[in-house]
Nanobody, 121 residues
């Protein structure tokens, strides 16, 4: 499956962005989907994950209550709605897909190319 992330940009602190991850090549409904991020000089970290049918989600403590992951399997797309953004949310955001439920693992089978999110103070 090929993943294409989009929707990043520059936003002021307190603002919102919605990231999208479009899948092609395979039906998205067979994959657990995750979002990860990597800030300059830091390791990649888990942000959020959603189960195959969207009924189960998991969030990193740092984004809980501010970010919402969702999916539209009919459109083969996963979203990350990011509200109340903070400068520390600045990073390259990656979407990932895996057939297994290992939400915070870095061992997803497929990764998108990343989209830059910059939050100014």
């Amino acid at each position: 499956v090929q993943l294409q992330a989009s929707g990043g940009g520059l936003v002021q602190a307190g603002g919102s962005l919605r990231l999208s991850c479009a899948a092609s090549g395979r039906t998205l409904s067979t994959y657990v989907m995750g979002w990860f991020r990597q800030a300059p000089g830091k390791e990649r970290e888990f942000v959020a994950a959603i189960s195959w049918n969207g009924r189960t989600t998991l969030y990193a403590d740092s984004v809980k209550g501010r970010f919402t992951i969702s999916r539209d399997n009919a459109k083969n797309t996963v979203y990350l709605q990011m509200n109340t953004l903070k400068p520390e949310d600045t990073a390259v955001y990656y979407c990932a897909a895996d057939p297994r439920w290992r939400p915070a693992s870095y061992e997803y089978d497929y990764w998108g190319q990343g989209t830059q999110v910059t939050v100014s103070s």
